[in-house]
């Protein structure tokens, strides 16, 4: 289950089919996101929630209600894309969303979605005063921290597109509308990079490619998922 915002929705667009294309691996998706959320405003919405029970704005239930809806294996959690890179923003709302998994779905792994840094050319980065290379390496220390603080494994989404876009700048991942979110590119990639962390499988044994990614290029990005 992802407790996150787009960029987790970006990553698990491809998920399921990627999973079930390999022989013996299944998952099931909770979506536990809301397009925009910052880990504050999660923090917040769960204190909320449980003032107000008729409030459910994780797509029409509370994080409570997700958390109780099945027997979650995982439970992912992640900073907002234009905070990743801040590290002050992190806690203490990381640790009270952390808190509310460990009470309701305690059999739960959480793992860190390490989210990918804005494209070069993204206009927001002018805004923020960094590069995007800035950007990924203050997203991938704050990640860190949080991995160590809770012992759990890290989803490197944004270590892949920071490898690929070095290697090959031609296979663009980014989103032509706003160079931040990813593209049909990017969510394959990301997908690539959840399915070898959560089943410990090589992405090359993936069969499974979008009709709007040539197999060359899926290959490639299977590729750079599996280092």
Known sequence: MTIGNSFANNACKYLKQITESVEGCNI??????????????????????????????????????????DDWDIVTIQQVSHLSFKAETYQPYADEVRDYVNKYAPQAKI??????????????????GITSDQMFQGLKNNYQVLSKRYNSPILPSGDA????????????????KDRFHANDNGCYLAACVWFKELFGKSPKKIKYIPEEISKKTARYLRRVASK
Do not use: M, V
């Open 28 to 69: 099931i998706i909770g979506n536990a996101n809301i397009g925009g959320c910052y880990l504050e405003k999660h923090a917040d919405l769960i204190r909320q929630s449980e003032l107000d029970p008729t409030l459910k704005p994780h797509n029409g239930k509370s994080l409570k209600e997700w958390l109780l809806t």
């Open 111 to 128: 793992y860190i979605h390490e989210t990918w840094a804005y494209a070069p050319d993204c206009p927001r980065l002018k805004g923020f």
């Open 161 to 176: 597109f920071y490898r690929s876009f070095k290697k090959k700048e031609g296979i663009d991942l980014w989103s032509s």
